[in-house]
């Protein structure tokens, strides 16, 4: 009848909702279609015993398995329980370290305060206040900084500590405190930081060309004794900048200055071009703190002395100032290089040769022959 156009399942529905529920005995028999006497009553009676102790018996199995799902999810517990404290170990060792090495770079040398040693690198607040245009933004950048790096180290800390002695009190006012103060500090610190890139948007060099005597046939070039940086930094090696940078009174001291030498093809006499470079917000500003840069350099006859490092005053800011001494011999005509001579000179090359950077070139005299640049033994 269900399959013979679902007639079977309309029925059943009706039958369900009309015919009353068998609540006593009699009416249980009368279910059954069995007939209502003292036999069939006392069937009925044992089954009913039969359906309790099955009852019982299920309600027995019941209690023992919730019982071993009970011990299963203790013991569960216990193993998270236990991975968890491993966890907070980790997050507070991880924490801990993290809180020395920062300790480290913002008290120890170079950081604010320099506690042991002398000081090897920049001044971290120093770097700050000639890279940023007011003591207002310098200040706010670095408040910035320490909140933006030690806000997640001491929540690591704190986190660690609670994972490891299972505190389950939750310091809401404070979780949602230090949260909104590490996106506005990272706000701030983005801002300023959009500010000062603003600041080497536009590039200009000065050039400042030296007229050398025309019948020089060697031209004698010698670097002056580094009395702020060292005699022993070379050109070559890659230094951090912070490691040639100083700021001494109200004077910025920039120790990278770069001698050039490159054969010269068009003409008979020696080309000496100071070229000095800078940035700024825009071009004007870009050639203005060019031309502040002071560098010391003296052409006596035909021997050439050379500064290891340039000038800028404190209030001038840092704007990536450079200075380049390119050289350009002319055909037949030769360079000799002084003691100390490394730490300007950038190797020497040409078009077509070049020369190693270890070597040597202190004391040395190199010659323009076919407009190449050669070692003249």
Known sequence: MFIAGLSGFIIYIILLLVIPEAKTTNEKLRMKGKPININTIKDSAKDLKKEFENGEVKQKFGKTLNSAFERGIQSTSKFFKAFSKI????????????????IGVFIGDGGIVSFWGERQTLNLSEGMDILYNSSFQSNISFISIILILFIPI??????????LLNIKTKIKYITISLTVLWIFSLSILSFTSILLGLEFKEKAIVTNDLEINPNTETLEIYVNEDVIFSNNLIQTENHNLSDLIDVRNDNIFLGYPKLII???????VFNVEIQKSSRGLNQKEAIMNSELIEYNYELKDSKLFLDPFMTIGKNEKYRGQKIEILI???????VYLGENIE????PISTRSSSHPEQLQYSKTEWKNRNNKIILNN
């Open 262 to 268: 490159i054969e010269n093809e068009n003409d008979t």
């Open 328 to 334: 350009r011999v002319p055909k037949g005509k030769t």
């Open 87 to 102: 966890i907070g170990i980790g997050f507070l060792l991880l924490g801990i370290f993290a809180l020395t090495v920062l």
């Open 343 to 346: 730490r300007i000179l950038h």
């Open 154 to 163: 001491i929540s690591l800390i704190y986190l660690g500590i609670r994972l």
